[in-house]
């Protein structure tokens, strides 16, 4: 290459690259468009609620709510909701008793109604699961215990327990209600926190696993994600909702590699926010609910080409908003500009 060239594909990167950081810092008054998705497509929402779980999985009117994150994020699970235009939720699914899935549920319930309560036998006496009881019982919801097997009608999806077999574990996380999706050709596990016990008794049970994407199993943590398993759920796509910095270590780097071997690329609610896969039936998409994340996203995983080419289509269309704006704006930003843009630049530079 010569010099020439190495120099101005510096230039094109580092202008690319500056226009992201304008988006992500000029906000909120730029119109982002709407992820694709049409009325007969499926959607699930792996909602960023922190460190926690909440999914929302929509087909046509028909709503489901699996997990509702922690007490912490209830104001961003609501305003996400009430963004989607919700009336009511046909399923509310709560996995296990931890706080980090349950805690906004007793929120969403003084504001939503559900036809049908799915949730863990299993019982726990912290405050939180308490107000969940209260938040079920103001409600006047009747309670269904996972059987595994049994099979639920999400509009033109279709739904399947698939966990947990068992009834004595010792951790409270392998009781999670694992639910496994289908939507014309295109699936979807969902398995909450279990861990290893049931993963294995779910390869066991026969019933299909197999699914186009994959939420990994308790946030991406070493004891879920174990090799057989995965094997039998062979994704394309695996989303880990995690908390930037959390105190668990979560995703664990062994997990984050088998589920990489397994021949899934993994998307990460601490790096993109919130997620969303969308299916046509046919084929799954998946990418961040904001287009600025989904560069990021690139930058992150250092795929620079892919970046650069995200970061030039957005940059067209975008254009119309006034290049002078663009660099007024990256300028006056510069120093706000992220750790991980900061380092990228220093690589370049280096
Ligand atoms: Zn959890």
Redesign the pocket.
């Known amino acids: 290459m010569s010099k020439f060239k190495f120099y101005l594909r510096r230039i094109i990167i580092i202008a690319v690259f500056g226009f992201i950081a304008y988006i992500a810092f000029r906000g909120s008054d730029i119109q982002l468009p709407e992820p694709a998705e049409t009325k007969s497509g499926l959607s699930v929402h792996f909602i960023d609620v922190g460190?926690?779980?909440a999914l929302l999985i929509s087909q046509g009117d028909a709503h489901m709510l699996i997990d509702g994150g922690p007490e912490t994020a209830r104001d961003d699970l609501l305003a996400y909701l009430s963004g989607r235009k919700i009336q009511d939720f046909d399923y509310i699914v709560a996995t296990?008793p931890?706080e980090?899935?349950i805690g906004g549920l007793p929120s969403v319930l003084g504001r939503y109604d559900a036809e049908e309560f799915i949730m863990s036998g299993e019982t726990t006496n912290t405050r939180t699961y308490e107000l969940l009881l209260d938040a079920i019982d103001r409600q006047g919801l009747r309670v269904t215990l996972p059987k595994v097997g049994a099979t639920y009608r999400l509009g033109e999806a279709e739904f399947t327990i698939v966990g947990p077999s068992g009834g004595d574990y010792q951790e409270l996380?392998d009781y999670s209600v694992c639910v496994r999706l289908e939507y014309g050709d295109t699936s979807f596990l969902f398995t909450?926190?279990a861990e290893s016990i049931p993963e294995r008794e779910m390869v066991k049970s026969q019933l299909p696993l197999h699914s186009d994407v994959f939420k990994a199993g308790?946030?991406g943590g070493a004891t879920s994600n174990t090799e057989d398993f995965l094997k039998g759920v062979s994704p394309d796509h695996a989303v880990i909702s995690v908390g930037e910095g959390n105190s668990y270590g979560h995703p664990n780097p062994e997990a984050i590699r088998r589920i990489e071997d397994a021949g899934a690329r993994i998307y990460r609610t601490d790096q993109m926010g919130t997620i969303i896969a969308s299916s046509d039936g046919k084929t799954v998409r998946v990418q961040a609910a904001s287009p600025v994340s989904a560069l990021g996203e690139e930058i992150l995983r250092g795929n620079w080409q892919e970046a650069l080419n995200q970061g030039w289509e957005d940059l067209t269309t975008w254009a119309g908003n006034g290049l002078e704006d663009f660099w007024a704006g990256l300028w006056s930003n510069i120093e706000k500009i992220p750790g991980e843009f900061q380092r990228f630049l220093e690589n370049i530079f280096q």
Do not use: C, L
Request: hydrophobic letters at 0%; aromatic letters at 0%; glycine letters at 16%.
């Open positions: 460190q926690g779980d296990h931890h980090d899935h996380n909450g926190d308790h946030h």
